[in-house]
């Protein structure tokens, strides 16, 4: 049986990382990587137990099952002298008791079908398409009892061997987890796993098998139009994202600016998103009357009337991606106060006006206060926040609103309101809002699996209209 391999596909087959992330352009054969290593690790090591997945089953079939590079192409020379034996959806190896389970894991609730399971080696074709969840217990399902390494795989098991293009719901997670990373090897911490972590790009150029064989692949590419979209599939840009909802759009260096002094006429107030295990994001804004600021350079600028800035945020995580801080609400409201104070010294706001915030905050039990309460008992001050519009037709409505005002920023002068954030707003919109995915049934919406906490707060504001009894200035101090 012939398994060809590239050099750089070689590299991460010996690699000493036992948590690799083989990722990045459209092209080097990552999924067929992954295929050649499971058959060599399953043929060397007597027993090893490769759990193989992808997101859905007909993805796992079609793309691992099918075609001229399948497994079943692959294996058969081994399948014909009865080497190796297809049952159902797993490969066992005849000779010496190794086996693939092709497995799909599509909803979080899906994971704790591997509760029970021992994986020697796991692998996952396309990780972005996972969320951060299913991949943190699969991974914690991955161990190693009883089997006898061969010289030249020891020390290398058990191991973790992924393959991804950017983008999708789980890219803000696995770019945080890998490729943020540089390229050299590392120990993650042990509430990561304690595993010797390595990125390892993947670009088209990685695989001359490909650009031999199919030299017209480049220029279909090219076809898929969104510039963003092509940089990502083709250079395998993780700083942007295929598919992404306004990777078309954003741009870093007009859309973040440094922060400067509110003017005293500007309207200022705050929108919130609630959440507990995931995080809850809070974002504090200032929108322009079309009277002028002074910039930190110390010129004078105006832009149009209903321009938003997004002068602060708290974003509610404990510094891993998609995963909350759990602070209760009376804290919540308490560290807002604190913070609201401190921007009139550093913004020369003079008060807040209360805001658009998801409307579960308000629900209250009985002989229970509802979330609301509790912040306002924290803060020392009622009526914080009303109801975010959450009607049908809401969330395609603030995507729409949003793309019009980033596309207005990019003009010089504005001719329309833009919106812009201050650079300090960087764990929750600078770093999820270039990335968030469409919803792929509903692509003017944005897919919800997603980390979208900052962005459903971005979006409250962007739609709710005010209520005039309750648009009432709250002072910071």
């Excluded at 750089?8 to 999924?31: M, R, Y």
């Excluded at 796992?60 to 399948?70: A, E, F, I, Q, Y």
């Excluded at 088209?204 to 064989?213: F, V």
Aim: with cysteine.
């Amino acid at each position: 049986m012939q398994l060809n391999l590239t050099p750089k596909q070689t590299e991460v087959l010996f690699s000493p990382a036992t948590e690799i992330l083989f990722g990045g352009a459209a092209g080097p054969g990552k999924s067929h990587l992954l295929r050649v290593a499971a058959i060599i690790w399953c043929n060397d090591i007597p027993g090893l137990q490769v759990y193989f997945l992808r997101r859905t089953y007909p993805e796992l079939m079609s793309n691992h099952m099918d075609g001229p590079k399948s497994f079943r192409a692959l294996l058969a020379p081994w399948i014909e002298i009865k080497k190796v034996k297809i049952v159902d959806n797993d490969i066992r190896f005849q000779h010496n008791g190794a086996a693939i389970h092709l497995r799909h894991c599509q909803y979080e609730q899906d994971m704790y079908n591997f509760q029970g399971a021992e994986i020697h080696c796991l692998m996952i074709d396309e990780l972005t398409t996972f969320t951060y969840a299913i991949y943190s217990f699969l991974r914690s399902r991955v161990r190693m009892t009883g089997i006898k390494l061969p010289p030249q795989w020891k020390d290398r098991f058990p191991r973790i061997l992924c393959g991804s293009n950017p983008g999708n719901i789980g890219h803000t997670w696995v770019k945080a987890s890998f490729v943020d990373h540089g390229t050299k090897m590392h120990r993650t911490p042990p509430e990561e796993g304690g595993m010797i972590r390595q990125f390892i790009p993947a670009c088209m150029e990685d695989n001359p098998y490909l650009l031999a064989d199919d030299p017209g692949y480049r220029e279909r590419l090219k076809g898929l139009g969104d510039p963003g979209l092509v940089r990502a599939m083709e250079a395998g840009d993780w700083d942007i994202v295929a598919g992404g909802a306004v990777s078309d759009l954003w741009d870093r260096n007009r859309h973040v600016i440094q922060a400067f002094q509110i003017p005293k006429g500007w309207y200022i107030d705050r929108s919130f998103d609630w959440g507990s295990s995931k995080p809850f994001s809070l974002g504090w804004w200032a929108e322009s009357d079309g009277s002028p600021a002074i910039l930190p350079n110390g010129q004078q600028k105006t832009w149009p009337k209903g321009t938003l800035f997004r002068i602060a945020e708290w974003y509610g995580w404990n510094g891993k991606p998609n995963e909350g801080c759990k602070l209760e609400d009376t804290a919540i409201g308490k560290r807002m106060r604190e913070m609201e104070v401190a921007m009139r010294e550093t913004l020369g706001i003079e008060g807040v006006n209360a805001g658009p915030a998801d409307g579960m905050i308000f629900e209250a039990q009985p002989g229970k206060p509802s979330i609301a309460q509790g912040i306002e008992d924290g803060y020392g001050r009622k009526d914080l926040f009303y109801p975010a519009d959450k009607r049908p037709g809401s969330r395609i409505k603030r995507l729409a609103i949003f793309r019009r005002m980033l596309a207005a920023s990019e003009h010089e002068p504005l001719e329309e309101p833009g919106i812009f954030f201050f650079d300090s707003c960087v764990y929750g919109a600078i770093r999820t809002i270039p990335t968030l995915p469409r919803d792929p049934r509903n692509p003017e919406d944005i897919d919800t699996r997603a980390e979208d906490h900052a962005w459903d707060d971005i979006g409250y504001r962007l739609t709710t209209v005010r209520p005039i009894a309750k648009s009432i200035q709250i002072e910071a101090a």
